[in-house]
Structures are given as C-alpha cells and as structure tokens.
C-alpha cells in the first residue's frame, strides 16, 4: 500500500476506482453533463465515464462555466465519488464546492493508475493506494 499526502479542498471520504489522466480536463465542453463521458477529442480519457470514479488529473482548463457542468454531473447522479488534481484550478474548486464533490491537490497523479482501487480521505489529506 501506498500513501500520498495533498491539501484538502471539500471535505469528505470515499473509496473507489481511478481514473486517471496526464492532461487537464475541462469540463465545459469536455464532459457530457448527462451521462458523464468524457468526450473531449483526443483526451486520454475521451470515452470514459467519470461517474464514481475517482477522477485524477493534473488540473482543470477552461471556461468558469466548467463549475456548473459539474454541479449538474450530481444532479444527473453520474458525477466523481472525488478529484485529485496536482494544482488546484479555480473552476474545478468552485464547482467541486457547489456539487459538493470531495477535493485534494497537491496529489502526485503519476503515482495513481486507472483501475487503482484508492481510499480518499479528504479531512486528513491522505490518498491510500490500496491494489494497484
């Protein structure tokens, strides 16, 4: 097992699947607020569905409409168990906030694979890779 420290954003706790990416993602335009598949052309993760995962990614780009996209990922139920991001965006905190989606960065996302079954802990700031 394997642990990684970052600096919390939104509270809360999960445990679940990544998915992880080496591009920043924007949401607006990227992500399929209906069904939660990325569908950004030629994204790493173009296809796949967020819905909960737990999305990595090294940070967001894009339009600040990008934080209503994800409130409406909740509403539609298909939005990320959590978001681990290398450096905080202002688009993703604002809308991690609003849809009340658990947040850290600071987190090394090369250390986590997709299909890494983690353990969030995003009151202590702690990631558990726990089966790589």
């Given amino acids: ?6 600096r919390v954003i939104v509270p809360g706790k999960c445990r679940g699947e990544a998915l992880s990416s080496k591009k920043p993602i924007s949401f607006l335009g990227g992500v399929d607020p209906e069904t939660g598949v990325i569908i950004e052309k030629n994204h790493d993760l173009e296809g796949k569905c967020i819905k909960d995962k737990i999305l990595c990614f090294p940070h ?5 409409v990008g934080s209503y996209v994800m409130y ?3 509403k539609n ?4 168990k959590a978001i681990l991001n ?3 965006d202002p688009v ?6 609003i849809a009340e989606i658990p947040m850290m960065d600071q987190i ?3 250390e986590i694979n997709t299909g890494d079954l983690l353990e969030v802990d995003c009151e202590k ?3 558990k890779i726990l089966r790589e």
């Fill in 1 to 6: 097992m394997k642990i990684l420290k970052g």
């Fill in 60 to 64: 967001g780009h894009g339009s600040t």
């Fill in 72 to 74: 409406a990922l909740t």
């Fill in 77 to 80: 139920k298909v939005a990320p």
């Fill in 86 to 88: 290398e450096k905080a």
């Fill in 92 to 97: 993703i905190v604002v809308g991690a906030v």
């Fill in 108 to 110: 090394e996302i090369n």
């Fill in 125 to 127: 700031g702690i990631v």
